[in-house]
């Protein structure tokens, strides 16, 4: 299926494990197929926003009558590199929505001394750039970089911003926020 592309098809194997809760029998392993293919484009809206996806249809079948089982649709943005997306219809189970709420960098998955270093950046760029002027940083790693680009100063004490973060090769969608200073010269705090 991969690079998507409409037309585009395969079979995606999966086992599943039965296990008997009383111990009775041994554990069952049973092994099946999805069909999937993609079928179309679309543009989608969820929570997160809206969103140019690909969709992806995948069937299972009964691997012994041959009859349908579950069909579970993907919606796929390239924009997100996951499925903003997924409806599910079961034969026995009935049907279900998962959508994306939100999406973005999360910095929690950084190093202490790299959070610090990140904050220091965005309090130098916030308190000594004028608007439009980046600063940038990079974990240790260089796998996740970050530019920071003040866009607006609001009354004496705040202003916005915008983050862009890429992560391994993957640029995530322009964050824009505001910070407040009301401490010491520097100092700036997310406005609530």
Known sequence: MWPLKVG????????????????????????????????????????????????????????????????????????????????????????????????????????????QALRGTLNRALTDNPRGEADTWSSASGKVTAMLVPTDTLGNACREYRSIYNVNGRIGRPNTRTMCSDGPVGTWTREK
């Not at 993609?38 to 009859?67: H, L, M, Q, Y």
């Not at 026995?92 to 790299?114: P, V």
Request: overall charge neutral; aromatic content about 14%.
């Open 8 to 115: 585009n098809t395969a079979t995606i194997p999966f086992s599943q494990v039965v296990q008997f809760n009383d111990g009775s029998k041994p554990p069952l392993t049973i092994e099946r197929n999805w069909q999937c293919s993609v079928v179309d484009t679309a543009r989608i809206s969820v929570t997160a926003g809206t969103f140019d996806t690909f969709k992806i249809e995948c069937t299972r079948n009964s691997p012994i009558s041959g009859r349908w089982r579950a069909t579970r649709t993907f919606y796929y943005a390239p924009e997100v590199g996951y499925y903003v997306l997924r409806e599910d219809q079961h034969r026995y189970d009935g049907n279900s929505k998962k959508q994306l709420l939100t999406y973005g960098f999360n910095s929690a998955y950084l190093t202490e001394e790299e959070k």
